[in-house]
């Protein structure tokens, strides 16, 4: 059974500073990894979406990585603004794109 | 630009009473699925369906729980009889076909969610 594991469960950090956000998990028969971002009370907005054969995706600030073999994936996020301040979600996805989350993280990022 | 719709927003219900939830995903999706969050973890799938068919349902609490989704499109996710334990945010989401090439067809796309209080 897949377990995703998200270290640190919180993060609090000011304005400009870069992070990254670790995921494991424990089954690396993956198809592919999304990254979310979950605003309180609102639903979740894909971020990056890393395919099995790849190593890493960009979108503007965000950087995600995947290492499959060993269950990790990290997601790096440059220059934080306070706009960034969301729970963060990883996901790996099966063959039949059924997601297994973990339980975020919560960025705080202090004007 | 297309939403997946969610509705209500907010249920506030007695435990033993029926709720449903409804999902219209985005227009062309065959795929849609419904989650379920506990405050403070990360979404748990509960049912998916291509078109009207179920794809996979093993974490639907089937004493209580029922799905569907009849022409493809729409789709309902019932309690009856809600418990207390099944106060949580119940997401809806949908993607695009699942079969063939692209990353595309793998990006989830949810709704608000709807909140539900049983008390």
Known sequence: KQEVTQIPAALSVPEGENLVLNCS???SA???LQWFRQDPG???TSLLLIQSSQ????SGRLNASLDKSSGRSTLYIAASQPGDSATYLCAPGGATNKLIF???????VQP | EAEVAQSPRYKITEKSQAVAFWCDPISGHATLYWYRQILGQGPELLVQFQDESVVDDSQLPKDRFSAERLKGVDSTLKIQPAELGDSAMYL???SPRTSGSG???NIQYFGAGTRLSVL
């Not at chain 1, 973990?102 to 960025?107: I, K, M, N, S, Y």
Request: proline fraction near 0%; hydrophobic fraction near 35%.
């Open chain 1, 25 to 27: 998990f424990t089954d």
């Open chain 1, 102 to 108: 973990g339980t975020g993280t919560l960025l705080a």
């Open chain 2, 92 to 94: 809806c989401a949908s």
């Open chain 2, 103 to 105: 990353v595309a067809k």
């Open chain 1, 42 to 44: 609102k639903g979740l």
């Open chain 1, 30 to 32: 993956i198809y592919n």
């Open chain 1, 55 to 58: 190593r890493e995706q960009t």
